[in-house]
């Protein structure tokens, strides 16, 4: 993996995903019909993919030299559901303005 940015930009998502299903479905799961083994399981994914992400901010500071205001912002964008999703196209502006490894 040479170039974190996209990575970081899939993880985003992945991640959001993973977090809308654990609060829309693996939650309801739990304290509505008392299921607690998809709370379990999607928290578990969850829980990586978040570590995941965050390892990839590491990366897009350290290797593509990203601003820390940037990565905040992609972070606490990561903490609320649905604003990875509005986040995403600037993502993808920011990724194409950053010059190419090299």
Request: charged letters at 15%; glycine letters at 6%; a positive charge.
């Amino acid at each position: 993996m040479d170039d974190p940015l996209p990575w970081l930009r899939r993880a985003s998502l992945i991640e959001a995903v993973s977090y809308l299903v654990l609060l829309g479905i693996a939650m309801p799961l739990k304290y509505v019909w008392g299921e607690p083994l998809a709370v379990r399981v999607f928290g578990m994914v969850h829980g990586v993919l978040f570590l995941v992400l965050v390892w990839l901010l590491v990366k897009a500071y350290f290797d593509r030299g990203w601003p820390v205001r940037r990565l905040l912002l992609v972070f606490v964008a990561s903490l609320v559901p649905i604003w990875p999703f509005l986040l995403d196209r600037h993502v993808r502006q920011w990724i194409a303005a950053t010059p190419a490894a090299g």
